[in-house]
C-alpha cells in the first residue's frame, strides 16, 4: 500500500475501478484541478458525498473511494469543460485540508487489490450480463475486451456500476475486498432487477 496527496472531487455517484465517468466542469476550483491533473499526469479522487446539502445538514463525504484519470477533456456546446476520466484504484482518506479556492484536498492510502481470479461458472451468468451491456454501449465504452468477461473483479465491478443499485450498496460492494464475495451479493439482488414470469 502506498500513501500520496491528491485532489478530491465528492460526488453523488460510485466510482468503480476501471469504470468510465464522463463529466461536466463548472465551478472554478474543479477547473483548476482538471488543468492540474491534465499538465502533471496525476489523478484526482472521486468519494461518495454521504448526506446530500437538500438534507438541511452540510455535506460530507465517505473515507473509500476511487482515483480517477483524466483521458479526454474538451469544451462542449453549452461552453461548459467537459472531461472524460477512468477508474484506477480503491483509496482511503487518511486526513483532508481545503485550499483557498475551496478544493479539497486529502492523503490516501491506496488498497491493493486482489490478484486476478478467473471467473467461476457459477457466476456466468454475471458474465452474461455484463457483455449485453457491453454490446449496447459499444464505442461509448472504451477499452472493453471480450477477454475481460473473464476476470471475477472486472466483471464485479462493472455489473456495480451497471445494475440500478441504491448508491449506498454500490459503495459497500467498492469496499468489499474480495471479488467472489462481491459476486456472489451481486447474484442474490439480481432477481429484484428481473421482470416476474407472466402465466
Known amino acids: 500500500m502506498s500513501s500520496t496527496h491528491i485532489p478530491l472531487f465528492p460526488l453523488s455517484t460510485v466510482l468503480l475501478p ?7 466542469i463548472f465551478e472554478q476550483r ?3 484541478m482538471v488543468s492540474e491533473c491534465t499538465g502533471s499526469g496525476t489523478c484526482f479522487g472521486v468519494c461518495l458525498i454521504n448526506n446530500p446539502e437538500s438534507s438541511g445538514q452540510a455535506a460530507t463525504h465517505l473515507r473509500v473511494g476511487t482515483t480517477a484519470e483524466i483521458y479526454d477533456f474538451s469544451t462542449l456546446e453549452d461552453g461548459l469543460l467537459g472531461i472524460a476520466a477512468r477508474g484506477r484504484q480503491r483509496f482511503m482518506i487518511q486526513k483532508t485540508t481545503m485550499r483557498d479556492n475551496g478544493l479539497l484536498m486529502a492523503d490516501i492510502e491506496i ?7 478467473d471467473l467461476p461458472e457459477e457466476f456466468s451468468v454475471l458474465a452474461m ?5 457491453m454490446e449496447q454501449l459499444g464505442n461509448n465504452y472504451p477499452g472493453f475486451k471480450p477477454d475481460d468477461l473473464q476476470d471475477a473483479g472486472w466483471v464485479g465491478y462493472r ?5 440500478p443499485l441504491e ?5 459497500m460492494l467498492l469496499q468489499l475486498e474480495e471479488p467472489l464475495e462481491r459476486l456472489q451479493l ?3 439482488v439480481l432477481p429484484r432487477f428481473q421482470e416476474p414470469e407472466t402465466t
Open 18 to 24: 476501471g469504470g468510465y465517468l464522463p463529466l461536466r
Open 30 to 32: 474543479y477547473i483548476d
Open 111 to 117: 488498497l491493493a487489490e486482489p490478484a486476478p481470479v
Open 129 to 133: 450480463i455484463v457483455g449485453r451491456f
Open 159 to 163: 455489473l456495480t456500476e451497471l445494475l
Open 167 to 171: 448508491n449506498n450498496e454500490k459503495q
Open 186 to 188: 451481486l447474484l442474490d
